[in-house]
């Protein structure tokens, strides 16, 4: 009977994982940016002219949004990748990241998309937490991205969903 109990919690522990991860697939994006659509969908989105890829099928625009928030904190830009003027990532840049705001969003992700796929902290004062649906990806990282020591008010993060049809035809297309 125990081991009968035991094996119905491990099933009913990766069935709700599961459910989880089939939300992320199923929000297909975040707020009212879904992957697959067109830039001319939005408006108030600026071309980044400064954007890093030199694909020229890829082109990065940004928003400085003065209302959204995850977990009461306050998201500073949104940058949206399109690969042939389709949303293929999005990326939302949180400035001041403190460790304690990051465990409220990680929470707040917990609770949305279920346990990361992979979570780790390292040494250097970098947390990165993954999830990984069927057709959406899911990174949460915190860190110091300029080069130089960590310095805890120079932290900042950022959440990225990305397409994986459309991030996998970005990678491999020849330019």
Do not use: C
């Not at 928030?69 to 306050?74: D, L, P, R, S, T």
């Not at 796929?117 to 300029?146: C, P, Q």
């Amino acid at each position: 009977m125990k081991q009968i109990f035991t094996i119905f919690i491990i099933l009913t522990s990766f069935f709700v994982n599961a459910q989880d991860l089939m939300q992320l697939d199923k929000n297909n994006g975040f707020k009212n940016f879904k992957f697959g659509t067109a830039h001319k969908n939005y408006s108030n989105i600026i071309l980044d002219k400064d954007q890093i890829s030199k694909n020229p099928y890829v082109k990065v625009y940004y928003l400085n949004p003065s209302n959204i928030y995850i977990a009461n904190i306050k998201i500073n830009t949104i940058r949206l990748a399109f690969y042939k003027d389709k949303l293929a990532m999005i990326q939302l840049i949180i400035n001041d990241y403190p460790k304690y705001n990051f465990d409220n969003i990680q929470n707040s992700l917990n609770s949305s998309f279920g346990k990361p796929k992979s979570i780790e902290t390292t040494g250097e004062g970098y947390n990165i937490a993954f999830w990984l649906g069927n057709k959406v990806e899911l990174y949460h990282m915190r860190g110091d991205f300029r080069e130089g020591y960590v310095i805890e008010e120079n932290i900042g993060g950022f959440i990225n969903f990305a397409d994986l049809k459309l991030k996998q035809e970005m990678n491999n297309s020849e330019f």
